[in-house]
């Protein structure tokens, strides 16, 4: 790769060890990928995770002298506040947490604890050259805004936000983002769950850029979080185009760059209603122990829907909603949070569901209108039933879902 003179600087360590190791790393990924020199971003989002490996590589930075040089806005572990003042995690998790709090605090992050700031509070320009990591955020700000990113890992991210700069090639590039699979949808895409199921076609869709027809020509923030989410669960996806929605796709010929798509594929109510019953969902007819919603992180929409569902009647269950803080102190100062509560739910700010904070429901049985909120807890040894939004909040209110 061809660096210039002040990168070469920084791989020297004139910018300190942790920037020459950040750059170090970047080096090594652009030659895999043949980018032939580095460019710079404007923009970051870190997929922290506050695992092992995630908080060794963040403290390791931190004790080489890194500074972030773009601050990138971070994705949630758990609220420690919450959850260590009521005696949910162990001493060992909370310090654990603590720990990749002081970290990312230390590299100068942007501590918003969201996997969805690209709904409010980091959104990029079109064609903007960002690092953005996180499975529903690098094809939500590739596909909806028109901003270059590639699909980043936590750490790749973190270290474009310590140097300031990615190497150039894959997504970066305008003969990389053309679509190269047709998907026709002949399915009633009726809500944002059915988004969650579309999704989770990535087995059937296969490798590449699908470009999608016949999803009308209005599709909701949430659904396309919910569609880039379950993708990136069911595969591995950096964009998708909607024709006459996104804005590298206004016609079919654009979207394609012109070529002929390399495969069709045809998605149908039947696709949806299988993967549904066969792959994501464990079978439903039974009692419930709680619902949990916001894998991605909860809109403030969302909030409001189910709040009104919930008002005036009394769950059956505990019923959770993971969102951002600033979703939670909206919903507070509306007055929605006061609703939810006084009907036996909760809002916790900051928390993903993939943490040892939901250990309590070890061995019990949840709903979830998410795909991958039931995909990594199941590794922790929750069971999840998953169905539509309406549905499981009926379910929570019952103690039971159908
Ligand atoms: Fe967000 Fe965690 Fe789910 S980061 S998408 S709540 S696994």
Sequence with gaps: MELTKDQRDMLDG??????????????GIGECFDAPRMVPITNSHVALSNQEADLWFAEKMVKLGAR???????????????????GMVTDEDAEHMRRTHEAYKALGCRLTYNCTPYMDTNIPFPNEIIAFSESSATPYVNSVWGARTNRESAQSALCASITGA?????????????????????AKMEDNFSYNLLGYMGKKIGPGIPVFVGLGN????????????????????????????????????????????????????????????????????????????GCPHTSLNEVSHIARLVKGRHLS??????????????????????TIRAAGGEIVEDTCSDQPC???????VGVTDSPKCAYYPRKR??????????????????????
Excluded at 68 to 85: E, I, R
């Design 218 to 293: 209005y599709v909701s923030p949430e659904a396309h979080r919910n569609l880039g989410a379950e993708l990136n669960t069911s595969g591995a996806y950096g964009m998708y185009h909607v024709v006459g929605v996104t804005p590298e796709a206004p016609t079919l010929e654009a979207a394609f760059g012109g070529k002929k798509p390399e495969r069709v594929v045809v998605i149908t109510d039947d696709d949806l209603a299988r993967v549904l019953e066969t792959e994501i969902s464990d079978p439903g007819g039974r009692g419930i122990d709680f619902a949990l919603f």
């Design 317 to 338: 269950v505990p019923l959770w909603i993971m969102t951002s803080s600033l979703t939670k102190s909206s919903a507070e100062k509306m007055g929605l949070l006061d």
């Design 166 to 186: 990615v190497p150039e090639y894959g997504l970066l590039l305008d003969e990389n983002r053309k679509g190269n699979i047709l998907v026709e949808v002949k």
């Design 14 to 27: 004139k910018y300190g060890e942790g920037a020459a190791l950040a750059l170090k790393v970047q080096v």
């Design 68 to 86: 972030t040089k773009v601050p990138p806005t971070v994705n949630p572990g758990f609220c420690l506040p919450y959850f260590k003042g009521r």
């Design 358 to 364: 939901w250990h309590l429901y070890k061995g019990k």
């Design 381 to 402: 040894g929750l069971e999840f039933v998953i169905r539509d939004l309406e549905t499981c909040i009926e379910a929570a209110l019952k103690g039971e879902v159908e």
